[in-house]
């Protein structure tokens, strides 16, 4: 078994009632969530968040931490999220987690249960030609800077990890950065020239706010 994130962004109509909808997804899907048998002791943590600033269609990153692989059906919620008026906007993506900063235990829990509640996401490309050795090493010490750096004046980055979906069809190889903190932008020009330079190109951006999560298991640590 294989640790994966997997991760689907929601949206739900204008006039939908989001209090009552991250009531239900936190005390009546979450707890039942699982298509599959497991131990109680494997990794299954689940996680919502709403994505800001709050304008538009409400839109949500629901997010899964597990050593248990899925599919389209999302962890057996896709029925129970749809019921309560959520349209997938995208299809469940699963990364498996390469790099953790400080740590992987720092950041699985600054990201469910963290004083902070922002999460940043950065969607990054690169190309197969590219270095793709000296583009995750620019990765990393760009996220050690990011969060050895602490407060600047839009963001307080405390923890931060990179994934890596080496079955894109895109004719590159795709990361996804997350970063938790007081999140108000996305990543400053320190942090986004050294991985443009080493052949990335940011091709989406996102920030939400963590509005609750449901530990489950701790294998692995």
């Given at each position: 078994?294989?640790?994966?994130?997997?991760?689907?962004?929601?949206?739900?109509?204008?006039?939908?009632?989001?209090?009552?909808?991250?009531?239900?997804?936190?005390?009546?899907?979450?707890?039942?969530?699982?298509?599959?048998?497991?131990?109680?002791?494997?990794?299954?943590?689940?996680?919502?968040?709403r994505t800001w600033p709050r304008t538009g269609a409400p839109a949500y990153l629901?997010?899964?931490?597990?050593?248990?692989?899925?599919?389209?059906?999302?962890?057996?919620?896709?029925?129970?999220?749809?019921?309560?008026?959520?349209?997938?906007?995208?299809?469940?993506?699963?990364?498996?987690?390469?790099?953790?900063?400080?740590d992987d235990k720092t950041a699985s829990e600054e990201e469910r249960g963290g004083?902070?509640?922002?999460?940043?996401?950065?969607?990054?490309?690169?190309?197969?030609?590219?270095?793709?050795?000296?583009?995750?090493?620019?990765?990393?010490?760009?996220?050690?800077?990011?969060?050895?750096?602490?407060?600047?004046?839009?963001?307080?980055?405390?923890?931060?990890?990179?994934?890596?979906?080496?079955?894109?069809?895109?004719?590159?190889?795709?990361?996804?950065?997350?970063?938790?903190?007081?999140?108000?932008?996305?990543?400053?020009?320190?942090?986004?020239?050294?991985?443009?330079?080493?052949?990335?190109?940011?091709?989406?951006?996102?920030?939400?706010?963590?509005?609750?999560?449901?530990?489950?298991?701790?294998?692995?640590?």
């Amino acid at each position: 078994m294989s640790r994966n994130i997997t991760m689907c962004r929601l949206e739900l109509d204008p006039a939908a009632d989001t209090e009552r909808f991250e009531h239900a997804v936190l005390e009546e899907v979450f707890p039942v969530a699982g298509d599959r048998p497991r131990h109680a002791d494997w990794l299954f943590a689940r996680s919502l968040y709403r994505t800001w600033p709050r304008t538009g269609a409400p839109a949500y990153l629901c997010a899964v931490d597990s050593i248990i692989s899925t599919g389209v059906e999302f962890h057996g919620m896709r029925g129970p999220l749809t019921a309560l008026g959520a349209r997938f906007a995208r299809p469940p993506r699963s990364w498996p987690p390469y790099v953790s900063v400080p740590d992987d235990k720092t950041a699985s829990e600054e990201e469910r249960g963290g004083h902070h509640t922002g999460l940043l996401t950065v969607l990054l490309r690169l190309p197969y030609e590219r270095d793709q050795e000296e583009f995750e090493r620019a990765l990393t010490e760009a996220m050690t800077a990011a969060v050895e750096t602490g407060a600047t004046r839009v963001n307080t980055i405390k923890s931060a990890r990179w994934l890596r979906d080496d079955d894109s069809s895109l004719g590159a190889v795709e990361y996804l950065c997350k970063a938790t903190g007081f999140i108000m932008d996305g990543f400053s020009p320190g942090t986004r020239e050294p991985l443009e330079k080493a052949g990335g190109e940011i091709v989406g951006s996102e920030t939400h706010e963590r509005i609750g999560w449901l530990d489950g298991g701790t294998f692995p640590p």
